[in-house]
């Protein structure tokens, strides 16, 4: 499936805050949880709701309502959990897995270290969390290691995107529907995505 770019005025406005170098750690981790938020939004235009009937305070109704339960988010460490209060906003209840890997710098390719999710995930559609998607590595490992666990359903959400990754995954993957906020130009010799916003994990948590 090809990638959903955000592509609204609201977004452009917010990455342009991010992008920025002298935005500071605050004001960044703000920006990616708001962003992470849209980009649930629009990932879930095709959730299901169950009829249920309600009491309004005039009168009865039939109406749907999100079963929370069948979803999950897991975020590729640590970077990915600098989105996850803005797609809780959306699904309260969805649980929660996590994915350790961090980058070779010498390969540039990740290396797995952690790897935790909730029971009966073959039950539920898993949405991938992770900020920066470069060369595609990351999400090839996340994207593999939540089918083996038998996923049927799974959604990719990243706030900035190289075309060289994308091309990557949706060739291997192309029932995983990808969700980015912008794709930029290119990865840049050291596989870092131009014009980007450096390194999300960094400036989330401020270590550097």
Do not use: W
């Amino acid at each position: 499936m090809k990638t959903i770019e955000l592509n609204h005025p609201l977004i452009r406005h917010k990455l342009a805050i991010l992008r920025d170098k002298k935005t500071g750690t605050k004001e960044f981790r703000e920006i990616v949880s708001e962003i992470a938020m849209f980009l649930c939004y629009e990932a879930m235009k095709d959730a299901k709701l169950e009829d249920c009937e309600i009491q309004t305070p005039l009168t009865t109704m039939k109406t749907g309502k999100l079963n929370e339960d069948n979803y999950a988010f897991v975020p590729i460490l640590r970077a990915g959990t600098g989105m996850l209060d803005g797609v809780i906003s959306v699904i309260p209840n969805a649980k929660i897995g996590h994915i350790g890997m961090y980058r070779d710098e010498t390969t540039f390719e990740p290396v797995n270290y952690f790897f935790k999710v909730p029971k009966d995930l073959e039950n539920r559609e898993v949405i991938i969390l992770d900020p920066m998607f470069a060369t595609g590595g990351s999400a090839m490992d996340a994207i593999e290691l939540i089918k083996s666990k038998g996923v049927k359903k799974i959604k990719f959400l990243s706030i900035i995107a190289a075309p060289e990754g994308l091309e990557r995954v949706e060739a291997a993957h192309p029932d995983v529907q990808i969700y980015c906020a912008q794709i930029d130009d290119h990865l840049n010799e050291k596989k870092y995505i131009v014009p980007g916003l450096g390194d999300a994990g960094d400036r989330i948590f401020g270590t550097k």
